[in-house]
């Protein structure tokens, strides 16, 4: 009983185990069942699904890949080709979707096995097959020995250490797939697939790519199969390629020559892109091409040059240009194939089709970078007649350029290649034979042949040192000498300027070795024909003569010192005297380029001379010519000063002027103080980048100008019937500029240094700091008072400074200052002070950190404004003080900004201010110059315009439907100023909405309305046309009305647009045509000639409309 | 009315001839931007006009071929008049009659209709003067030759803006 009683439990738990053993059976066994019905199903039922299912079932283990492939026996066997295709489909899928996860040895084995297994079956189904006879079969069997043996072999000779019976395993299975090649065509595509996923394998045994390839080549017919086939065994190469290179290598050129065979004949661009890949492969890789050279070359260069348009619609997205990039890369990519490919480049030039023109230019440019003196020696003298009828003759830039692209390969790679002793130098040859060729025509320089000749030469001379020394040795001096044989300028004009692109090239090559340089022999010559060019007449020579000047002056070392003196007078005098502006302006933009590597010459020859301009008080010349002569010098000081000691020498003498002309009352001094201070806003521009500069300029100039500014202010507190220049708005504005290009770039410490002085200054009437500080009485400029207007005005020169400090400089009592600029803003009767305080306000708030600070000082200004644009004196201020702060809100997202908009809508309902408040929509949307943009470090986010557009114009829409007739245009105003200043690409996608309003603003009476609309529609004609088409009877109405509007510009917008109407589809635009060519012979006659030249370039597209020969 | 059309394989005529500098754009004056002020129409807007016409033959313009020169254009606007010499490049010149023609074509599409125009050949510059004259002034010949629309395409080539 004991044990009986200990016995117990046992046959218990046996009984549990056995009724496990039997559950797991069970499931086993449904699995099995399982995938016995979805083979079934896959196989008869033709449920493409199943197969995802029995690869779904493989990764989570419910059946293994011998469960598979017993399950697939009675499919491999079967008599019926589709009926065993659906069963390869279905292994061969399973294993694509497998292959990295049956990478263990054991799965191989397995499958292996079971592939065995069925051998004998596959065999019967071949036998069934009516392809197949049985001494194939024979021979199969022998060939699968041998292989066998042969991948022993490999093993033993050490290729892969694996266990005997999983590379036997795998290899039954690879080369019952091969044997599967020479079944019913219904099959190959599975058996294709089923090799690709195989090809993906790590695991397969040494020999195997080589055998499935070779099976390949040999039974497979590859371009009688579908698209998607062919791309499969393009893939299987492309696999083996990859991770089987040297295998493939020892098949020598056999696997070339195979490879050959499969792309002979293809034609899908698909597919062409992969044979393409391949063959660049095969050639980067160092494949054999044996003596099959020839046969690669004309199997892909048949396609040359590519002639390829894709279906709309097309779904792969293979442009024609994928194609010939691949294609070029392919022919472009050996030196083998020069012999074959250069006499099909010469033929494909000649050709009459530009685009198998360019493409063979393109494509000889690229053989240039491999290509050597062997290759191009035998063709040399052909490649240069066609490219030379090319640049003679051709009628297109792009064929020219792109000649020109290629003349210069050429050149580039004679020069590379490398002489041995005996051969001759190419490059001398090729050089001469140009020169022979072009050299006459440089003499001609009234005729057509002269430019395409200085092109040739300068393309050939560019592409190495020793080509350039080839042709400057023999053109230059002809080109000096013929200066001297054509006195005419226009003549002597082409001749210099042909010079110049000779001499452009020198300077391409820097710093030339002084005994091989022809240039500086002939430095005498070259210098006197360029400083005759100076002293011609003729502008355009002169404007030549100055550019060559440039290019010698950055030749180091070829401009002798007293060269170097004469050069500066030549700049002084045609700086300063040439009647002609244009010879002017050029001169001192020479001057600035040379300045830098010469400064030593120019601060001590230009400068003085310019000063001693400014200083002379000589009135015996008429007061015009000394006006613009005072001018003239300026810009000279300013276009100079491109170098650090240079500035230091230039802004004493503009300021020492500046101080000067100030202390006249007239409208000429106003000017002159704005001249000054053009040159100086330049003068800072420059000095931006250099720190150094930039502080010295800060210091010398800030200083400087405040304290001319304050004391002319408080002159004029004491003496207010004297009307200061300096005082005047435009001079105040002129002003700002250069204050905030002195401040912008500073460092934050040096930044802070400087604030410390300017703040306390306007709020305290701190003087200290400013040179000649003693005034008459305490600068207040935010006292109240009634003289103190004109110190008030000086809130110009604050904003100029705060506003364009950086972020991170902390500003000494902001909120005081903010508080005063506030109440300024609000209160006073002059526009352009509370104008200018609101925006330095806004300058400041944009700036100013989020927090609890800046909401306090918002709210206040909100107080301020909301009951001054109720009511009273003040509504004009109080709604550009909503305009600044709302633009500067809106353009760091606050979100006060949608409270703010909001309100200028309503006014936009407001019969006195609603004009006021659509223009101010102009001025939220567009770059202000002087605060809140990027350059004063504003805090700017860059899609602020279109989140205004799409959180605001519906609103404006649903205003513009609700309001009253007087004020409807109010609205279409605001809203075109919102779209003007839209980006493009934003508008076309907003238009559809938005086309209907526009359409109603052509109607509406505002001229500004009606310009700004014409101006929105006419870029949207061009870029949006299959929508604008919809509407085109009312837009042809409409621009044909406006086209006699009183007003010029409105009739110059409109026939713009009329013009632009021409792109819209011709076959929408026929029924019209002879409608608008009627009513466009009116403004034929119009009164105006600009109006005039647009309807007669309106007319002319429209006469071409639908006419042969557009 | 015109020998071969341009282009395709066959040796251009004056394969290098003289060629001209272009005068630049006209600068817009103050008063041409005032919007009173009448402008009349004078030499220089006819002359602007048909410079830019293209050759037949070269990528080049009437212009730069000096086949067109301002002193040899006259426009009285209170007469309505026009009258515009050309030069062909060359004496037995083919492509006269087609260059006058699309002078006047230019011409007929772009000025109002009160002008009467007149086209002709400057004189002493080409060996059949009289006859190409002749066509040009004879409007039954010139609206017939604009039926053809082979002549059409060539003249609207010319007249097209360079792209």
Redo the contacts between chains.
């Keep these: 009983m004991r044990t009986g009683g200990c016995r117990w439990p046992l046959p218990e738990a046996r009984g549990v185990m056995a009724a496990a053993r039997a559950e797991a059976e069970a499931e086993a066994q449904a699995a099995v069942t399982a995938l016995a019905v979805s083979v079934r199903d896959f196989v008869t039922g033709q449920q493409d699904g199943r197969a995802a299912e029995v690869a779904a079932g493989l990764k989570d283990g419910s059946w293994t890949v011998l469960q598979l492939v017993e399950a697939l026996g009675f499919c491999l066997e079967n008599t019926d080709p589709r009926v065993r295709g659906r069963g390869m489909q279905l292994l061969s899928q399973v294993l694509l979707e497998c292959y990295s996860v049956l990478q263990e040895k054991e799965d191989w084995c397995q499958i292996g096995a079971a592939v065995q297994r069925t051998d004998s079956a596959g065999i019967a189904g071949v036998r069934c097959g009516d392809c197949v006879g049985p001494e194939v079969l024979l021979k199969w069997r022998v060939s699968v020995r041998m292989r066998v043996r042969a991948a022993e072999h490999g093993q033993q000779t050490g290729f892969r250490a694996k266990s005997p019976g999983a590379l036997e395993e795998v290899l039954h299975l690879v080369l019952f797939y091969e044997n599967r090649l020479q079944d019913h065509h219904l099959v190959i595509p599975s058996v294709l697939q089923g090799l690709r996923a195989l090809s993906m394998c790590e695991v397969l045994s040494p020999g195997l790519a080589v055998s499935v390839l070779k099976a390949i080549f040999q039974e497979v017919h590859v371009q009688s199969l579908l698209q998607l086939d062919r791309h499969t065994v393009y893939s299987i190469i492309t696999n083996f390629m990859g991770t089987r290179e040297e295998e493939l290598k020892g098949l020598g050129a056999d696997f070339t020559f195979g490879f050959i065979q499969v792309m002979d004949g293809e034609k899908d661009p698909r597919n062409l892109l992969v044979a393409f890949q391949i063959v660049r492969d095969l050639i980067a890789k160092n494949y054999a091409l044996g003596p099959f050279v020839e046969e690669l070359f004309e199997v892909t260069s048949c396609y040359f040059p590519i002639d390829f348009t894709p279906p709309p619609n097309d779904p792969h997205g293979i442009q024609r240009e994928d194609l010939i990039l691949s294609l070029r890369a392919v022919l472009a990519s050996t030196p083998q194939f020069a012999e074959f490919l250069l006499p099909l480049l010469i033929e494909k030039m000649d050709s009459d089709l530009q685009s198998a023109k360019l493409d063979a230019l393109q494509t000889l440019t690229a053989c240039c970078a491999i290509y050597g003196q062997k290759e191009l020696q035998e063709f040399l003298p052909s490649l240069w007649s066609s490219l030379r009828r090319e640049v003679f003759q051709t009628a297109s830039e792009k064929v020219e350029a792109e000649s020109l692209a290629a003349l210069h390969a050429l050149s580039a790679c004679l020069s590379r290649s490398v002489l041995s002793s005996d051969t001759e130098d190419l490059l001398d040859s090729f050089l001469s034979s140009i020169l022979q060729d072009c050299r006459h025509h440089l003499c001609e320089p009234d005729m057509k042949l002269v430019w395409p000749s200085a092109k040739i030469l300068q393309a050939a001379a560019g592409a190495s040192l020793r080509a350039c020394h080839h042709i400057t040795r023999s053109v230059l001096p002809l080109l000096l000498e013929q200066y001297t044989k054509h006195p005419q300028s226009s003549q002597r004009r082409t001749i210099l300027e042909m010079l110049l692109g000779f001499l452009e090239l020198q300077q391409k090559w820097g710093h030339v070795e002084e005994e091989e340089s022809t240039l500086l022999s002939l430095q005498a010559p070259v210098c006197s024909v360029v400083f005759s060019a100076l002293t011609d007449p003729s502008v355009q020579l002169q404007l030549v003569g100055i550019r060559a000047l440039t290019v010698l002056g950055s030749l180091r070392g070829f401009l002798s010192p007293s060269d170097l003196e004469l050069v500066v007078d030549h700049l002084i005098r045609l700086a300063l005297c040439e009647e002609d502006s244009q010879s002017s302006e050029a001169a001192m933009e020479a001057a600035g380029s040379l300045a830098p590597i010469y400064p030593k010459v120019f601060s001590g020859r230009m400068v003085p001379r310019l000063e001693e301009e400014l200083q002379s008080e000589q009135e015996e010349e008429s007061s015009c010519d000394r006006c613009s002569l005072r001018q003239r010098c300026l810009q000279a000081l300013a276009a100079v000063s491109t170098h650090t000691s240079i500035v230091r020498e230039t802004v004493p003498v503009l300021l020492q002027h500046l101080r000067k002309v100030q202390k006249g009352s007239d409208a000429g001094s106003a000017q002159d103080i704005i001249s000054v201070c053009q040159s100086l806003h330049r003068v800072a521009l420059r000095c931006q980048q250099d720190a150094e500069s930039c502080w010295y300029y800060h210091q010398a100039v800030v200083p400087c100008l405040l304290a001319m500014a304050v004391q002319a202010a408080m002159q004029e507190s004491t003496h207010p019937p004297l009307g200061k220049a300096l005082l005047q708005e435009e001079v105040l504005a002129a002003m700002v500029p250069v204050i905030s290009a002195a401040t912008t770039h500073l460092s934050p410490e040096l930044a802070a240094q400087s604030v410390s002085h300017v703040v306390p200054l306007f709020l305290n009437g701190e003087v200290s700091f400013l040179p000649q500080n003693s005034f008459p009485c305490s600068f207040q400029p935010f006292q109240d008072g009634e003289c103190l207007e004109a110190q008030r005005r000086l809130v110009a020169l604050l904003m100029a400074f705060v506003c364009s400090l950086p972020r991170n400089v902390a500003i000494p009592q902001q909120e005081w200052l903010l508080r005063e600029l506030l109440a300024l803003s609000c209160s006073c009767n002059c526009p352009f002070t509370a104008t200018t305080a609101a925006k330095c306000f806004a300058g400041l708030v944009n700036k100013h950190p989020a927090g609890q600070q800046l909401d306090e000082i918002l709210q206040l200004a909100v107080n301020r404004i909301e009951p001054g644009l109720a009511e009273g004196l003040h509504r004009t201020q109080a709604l550009t003080l909503l305009l600044w702060v709302t633009k500067a809100l809106v353009l760091r997202y606050h979100p006060l900004s949608s409270h703010l908009t909001d309100k200028l809508l309503g006014l936009l309902s407001d019969t006195e201010l609603g004009p006021a408040a659509a223009d101010g929509f102009s001025l939220l949307m567009a770059e202000s110059p002087d605060v809140l943009h990027k350059g004063c470090h504003a805090d700017v986010r860059i899609m602020f315009r279109q989140r205004f557009f799409t959180d605001n114009v519906p609103k404006l829409v649903q205003g513009f439907h609700g309001a009253g007739p007087d004020v409807k245009a109010n609205y279409l105003k605001g809203l075109s100023h919102v779209l003007n200043h839209l980006p493009k690409p934003v508008l076309v996608t907003e238009l559809p909405t938005l086309l209907s309003l526009l359409l109603e603003a052509l109607s509406c009476s505002d001229r500004v309305v009606q310009l700004s609309t014409l101006s929105c529609l006419q870029p949207l004609l061009l870029e949006a046309p299959q929508i604008m088409s919809l509407h085109v009877d009312t837009l042809v109405t409409k621009f044909l009305s406006l086209a006699s509007s009183p007003t010029m510009a409105v009739r110059i917008a409109a026939l713009r647009c009329a013009n632009a109407l021409t792109s819209l589809p011709t076959i929408v635009l026929l029924p019209y045509k002879a409608r608008v060519i009627r009513a466009l012979a009116k403004p034929l006659d119009d009164k105006k000639r600009l109006v005039r030249k647009e309807a007669v370039a309106a007319r002319g597209e429209w006469f071409l409309l639908g006419s042969p020969g557009r | 009315m015109v020998g071969p059309g341009p ?3 066959a040796p ?1 005529e004056n ?7 272009r005068s630049g754009e006209r600068p ?1 004056t103050a008063r ?2 005032d ?1 009173e002020l ?2 009349i ?1 004078d030499d220089r ?1 006819i002359f ?2 048909i410079r830019s016409i293209n050759d037949p033959e ?3 313009t009437l212009e730069e071929l000096n086949v067109v020169e301002q002193v040899r254009v006259k426009v009285n606007d209170a007469e309505s008049t026009v009258t515009v010499e050309f030069t062909p490049t060359i004496p037995h010149c083919s492509m006269a009659t087609l260059i006058g023609l699309s002078i006047k074509v ?1 011409l007929i ?6 002008f009467k125009l007149d086209v002709h050949i400057t004189p002493g510059t080409h060996v059949s003067e009289h006859a190409v004259n002749k066509q040009l002034a004879d409007k039954e010949r010139v609206a017939a030759a604009l039926e053809n ?2 002549l ?6 010319c ?2 803006a360079r792209s």
Excluded: C, F, T
Aim: glycine share 8%; hydrophobic share 30%; no cysteine.
């Design positions: 282009g395709g394989g251009l394969a290098n001839p003289l060629i001209y500098r817009v041409e931007e919007d009448p402008d129409i807007e602007d006009l070269h990528p080049l230019k599409r772009s000025l109002p209709e009160r629309s082979h059409l395409e060539v003249v609207n080539q007249l097209s």
